[in-house]
């Protein structure tokens, strides 16, 4: 397909690890993004890969890149009630670099 | 402080009414985009602008114009030929070499 694809909830316990998936389709996509909305907000960049690159972490985040399987995931360890809120996968597509979104994760953290 | 910034927060609108949110950015992009959010639907590209005085159709341009005459200022007007205009209106600006973007607070706009 042509979309961008991640499952729409998840809920996990304080202290867990939560890991958030997606597909992205364009294997050409220069970057592949995370970023975070939480309620009436704007969007946040949380990190972004290159697409050269198998993982890239930062402090409790983990990218990890499948590139032959176009899957892209986001683990965020130690999770807490601060990091509930919506997680988008967003892909550079085209010549002109412009963000492709998933629909967005919506993360619940239950303490 | 660097940012992006949009307004209202919140409009409301009648029926047959024109409407013009603004977004405003000092961050020194040359990049700037509207996107629309729908409960359920992702964001979607309206318009974009990678220079000033040029401007691009994104997948849904349909009912709305923009302009951009300052390279800190992309408003957009949602038309009354947009026919379903109630929704979550989020401004960006950005780096064209690594797509990195960053957004406005947003401005929910409800036609009545």
């Known amino acids: 397909g042509e979309d961008v694809e991640q499952s729409l909830f998840l809920s996990v316990r304080e202290g867990d690890s939560s890991v958030i998936n997606c597909t992205y389709t364009?294997?050409?996509?220069?970057?592949l993004y995370w970023y975070k909305q939480e309620p009436g907000a704007g969007l946040q960049l949380l990190t972004y890969i290159f697409s050269n690159m198998d993982m890239k972490q930062d402090q409790r985040l983990t990218v990890l890149l499948n590139k032959k399987d176009k899957h892209l995931s986001l683990r965020i360890a130690d999770t807490q009630t601060g990091d509930s809120a919506i997680y988008f996968c967003?892909?550079?597509?085209?010549?002109?670099?412009?963000?492709?979104f998933g629909k967005g994760t919506k993360l619940s953290v239950k303490p | 402080d660097g940012g992006i910034t949009q307004s209202p927060k919140y409009l409301f609108r009648k029926e047959g009414q024109n409407v013009t949110l603004s977004c405003e950015q000092n961050l020194n992009h040359d990049a700037m985009y509207w996107y629309r959010q729908d409960p359920g639907q992702g964001l979607r590209l309206i318009y974009y602008s990678q220079i000033v005085n040029d401007f691009q159709k994104g997948d849904i341009a349909e009912g709305y114009s923009v302009s951009r005459e300052k390279k800190e200022s992309f408003p957009l007007t949602v038309t009354s030929a947009q026919k379903n205009p109630t929704a979550f209106y989020l401004c960006?600006?950005?780096?064209?070499?690594?797509?990195?973007?960053?957004f406005g607070e947003g401005s929910r706009l409800t036609v009545l």
């Open positions: 960006a600006s950005g780096l064209i070499a690594t797509g990195e973007l960053f």
């Open positions: 364009d294997s050409s996509s220069t970057y």
């Open positions: 967003a892909e550079s597509r085209g010549s002109q670099g412009n963000l492709i």
